[in-house]
């Protein structure tokens, strides 16, 4: 249901009651509790059959502003909150008013530049926790003589 397009523009996240959800119901309505988060709200799916898509809103001037930029939508206004609905060709538009989170794009160069920045933190298998250590041959006897 979610364009092509939108995958690669756009975080996704899941609602919280997705945990909740039985396993076997998960992957099959997954598309259902998928959002992309916006700065005062969220974008998900409304309905299949009609195409429509619906974002929640506390910002109200924001509202009001993406119905007077956006064609073909409906808004219901519920104490201080908003839903609009809008058809899948506005998604872009209605994203970019809503402010989405949009997903982080690098250049080779820049994540390269990362990769070398992260690896002082990464963890690492050198082999250190392998070495066996040494114990003071004093420390042995001691020990040996405390067990007789």
């Excluded at 609905?85 to 809503?98: M, S, T, Y």
Aim: glycine share 4%; hydrophobic share 35%; net charge positive.
């Amino acid at each position: 249901m979610w364009p092509e397009n939108a995958r690669t523009k756009y975080q996704f996240q899941l609602d919280e009651s997705f945990r909740y959800a039985l396993k076997e119901n998960r992957e099959l309505h997954r598309r259902w509790f998928e959002y992309i988060p916006c700065r005062n709200g969220k974008i998900y799916i409304y309905s299949e059959t009609r195409k429509l898509f619906a974002l929640y809103t506390t910002s109200i001037l924001n509202a009001n502003r993406i119905i007077q930029e956006v064609e073909r939508c409906h808004i219901d206004r519920i104490d201080g909150e908003a839903v609009i609905l809008f058809p899948i060709e506005a998604l872009d538009q209605v994203a970019k008013l809503a402010k989405a989170k949009r997903r982080r794009r690098l250049s080779l160069e820049a994540k390269a530049k990362l990769i070398e920045k992260g690896k002082a933190y990464r963890f690492s298998s050198r082999g250190d926790g392998a070495k066996v250590r040494k114990m003071d041959p004093d420390l042995t006897e001691k020990t040996k003589a405390i067990g007789k």
